[in-house]
Nanobody, 125 residues
Framework: VQLQASGGGLVQAGGSLRLACVAS????????VGWFRRAPGKEREFIAS?????????YYTESVKGRFTISRDNAKNTVHLEMNSLNAEDTAIYYC??????????????????WGQGTLVTVSS
């Protein structure tokens, strides 16, 4: 599967952005998807994940709980990351990723096989 992330941009603190991860292939529903980010000078970190098929299971890192929402639309081969109440600490390049088909989306980078190219989110204070 090939992934393409988009939707980044410049936003003021307190604002919102909606990122999209569009996948190629007819079996997208069989892939869990995760979002990661890399802030300036920091290592890439896990943000959120959603299970395959109906996406009944989601998981968030503590720093984004209550502000970010991950969802999927299998008919459009897309996973969204809705980001609200953004602050300067959310400035980063955001990546979507998928593990091997039919496997659980963990929180470690090594658990993911397929990566999108990243989209830059800049939050001005």
């Amino acid at each position: 599967v090939q992934l393409q992330a988009s939707g980044g941009g410049l936003v003021q603190a307190g604002g919102s952005l909606r990122l999209a991860c569009v996948a190629s292939g007819r079996t997208f529903s069989s892939y869990a998807v995760g979002w990661f980010r890399r802030a300036p000078g920091k290592e890439r970190e896990f943000i959120a994940s959603i299970s395959w098929r109906s996406g009944d299971y989601t998981y968030y890192t503590e720093s984004v709980k209550g502000r970010f929402t991950i969802s999927r639309d299998n008919a459009k081969n897309t996973v969204h990351l809705e980001m609200n109440s953004l602050n300067a600490e959310d400035t980063a390049i955001y990546y979507c990723a998928a593990p091997e088909v039919g496997t659980i989306a963990g929180i470690q980078e090594w658990e993911y096989t397929y990566w999108g190219q990243g989209t830059l989110v800049t939050v001005s204070s």
